[in-house]
């Protein structure tokens, strides 16, 4: 009897501490490969030719896309939409140029905003007084 419960207490201290270093291996893992949502760099290249505030690099299908169009045009933000899979190969350097494969991808000033989280697309048009 008390051999089954040293085995028992064993193997819940072991599964205990397994769990705790499965937690702690995957916190380390997600913070070393983090990708932030807003990035700061020269963004001269994407306006040249435009006048539109805010440009948008997105695809015909993708939902997400969508969700930041129809942000846009409820707010009457002027904004450029530049589909990256179109023939334009100017497109695809611009986008490239980004090192960003994701979609959408939202410039607002020198920022670059990954994905359609709105909150933050929402404090980079206040933080430049389009919104």
Avoid at 11 to 28: D, P, R
Avoid at 40 to 53: I, L, N, R, V
Avoid at 72 to 93: A, G, M, P, T
């Amino acid at each position: 009897m008390k051999q089954q419960l040293k085995q028992s207490a064993v193997f819940i201290a072991m599964l205990f501490f397994g769990t705790c270093l499965g937690v702690a291996l995957k916190y380390g893992y997600t913070q070393l490969f983090y990708q932030p949502h807003v990035i700061t760099q020269d963004t001269s290249a994407h306006y040249e030719g435009t006048d539109k505030p805010v440009i948008l690099y997105t695809t015909h299908w993708c939902q997400y896309c969508k969700q930041v169009q129809s942000y846009f045009k409820r707010h009457n933000i002027d904004y450029l939409s530049r589909d990256i899979e179109s023939d334009d190969q100017h497109i695809k350097v611009l986008f490239n140029s980004l090192q960003r494969a994701d979609i959408p991808q939202i410039i607002i000033g020198n920022k670059v905003i990954t994905g359609a989280n709105i909150h933050i697309v929402e404090k980079a048009l206040k933080d430049h007084a389009f919104l």
